[in-house]
């Protein structure tokens, strides 16, 4: 699927529609192209004559943040986040080609940063008229946007398994916190190079008239920010993981001191059964009226007394 803005979203079928009048290119444009087919690079080389690379990084969905510079173009690679109904998160890639006179983004599937710009354009916005860096700042602000959601998300998981690890550690408790750690080291991996996408562009006055610096700038303090947060997400789950192994080591410490004690108050007992259980006949213990009744009274009170004593040293 082809869409084509300038002053009206129109979409087509194929590319060469969009460029079949004269007057498509003589203004700024913005074309994004969702799904596109060999044909579609094939024409978007020899109209345009991007590099090589820069279409086989499209064709290879190259999953990197970049910027790279040609003589009459930038190509960029911008990640973006979706979130879907069982609340998990997937990555994917716009690829962009800007200029001063056009704005060609290129992505698979749909895209919920490029359809949000396009309802805002729906509903009467100004945004392709208004210069394709303009263009590229929505794209990287809704970008952003959604990245936010993604760490509210990661650290609300971080804080349920916190509590989690605290009342109440099970083995499906680790196994989220390591889900989450994996999810956390991945939300780095997508930012880290953003950041330093953003902070290339900042440097690039063919890009980014200054009319928008200040708008370029606000977004590069965003990315900051998700940064710190997604280190301190990676301190969370860290100390979230330490926090479940020493709650495991606590609970399996409480059930060997409850295992030494039942011992340890069973040991006289079992001294006491093991004496008079010999077969010796002059025990003159055996032959008493009461002296069964007289050895389980003794060993209830040394049982007693044990359980007492471990009481008032707070070891039960």
């Not at 509210?152 to 971080?158: A, C, S």
């Amino acid at each position: 699927m082809i869409t084509y803005i300038n002053s009206e979203i129109h979409e087509f079928n194929a590319i060469e529609k969009v460029f079949s009048e004269p007057s498509s290119t003589q203004k700024m444009f913005w074309l994004n192209i969702n799904n596109p087919s060999a044909s579609d690079f094939e024409f978007l080389k020899n109209k345009f004559n991007f590099h090589h690379l820069t279409i086989e990084d499209c064709i290879n969905k190259t999953k990197r943040c970049k910027i790279n510079d040609y003589k009459d173009y930038h190509f960029l690679v911008i990640a973006t986040s979706d979130r879907h109904a069982n609340n998990a998160f997937s990555y994917s890639n716009i690829f962009i080609y800007i200029c001063s006179n056009y704005i060609i983004t290129i992505h698979y599937g749909e895209n919920k940063s490029i359809k949000k710009i396009m309802t805002d354009i729906d509903n009467g916005s100004n945004i392709v008229s208004k210069g394709s860096d303009f263009v590229l700042y929505n794209i990287l602000d809704e970008a952003i946007d959604q990245l936010f959601v993604v760490t509210d998300k990661v650290e609300e998981k971080i804080n349920f398994l916190e509590e989690e690890s605290m009342n109440n550690p099970v083995q499906s408790t680790l196994n989220n916190i390591m889900s989450v750690k994996k999810s956390v080291i991945k939300l780095r991996r997508v930012v880290s190079p953003l950041r330093e996408v953003l902070n290339t562009l900042l440097r690039h006055d063919d890009i980014i008239t200054e009319k928008y610096r200040l708008y370029f700038t606000d977004i590069y303090d965003h990315i900051l920010r998700i940064y710190d947060l997604i280190e301190s997400d990676h301190e969370m789950v860290t100390s979230c993981l330490e926090l479940y192994s020493s709650q495991l080591s606590n609970s399996m410490n409480k059930v060997m001191k409850i295992l030494t004690i039942i011992t340890t108050v069973m040991m006289p007992l079992t001294i006491i059964t093991g004496i008079y259980g010999m077969n010796f006949e002059n025990m003159p213990e055996l032959h008493a009226k009461y002296s069964y009744f007289i050895t389980i009274f003794v060993m209830f009170f040394i049982s007693f007394c044990e359980i007492l004593y471990f009481s008032k040293k707070k070891w039960l």
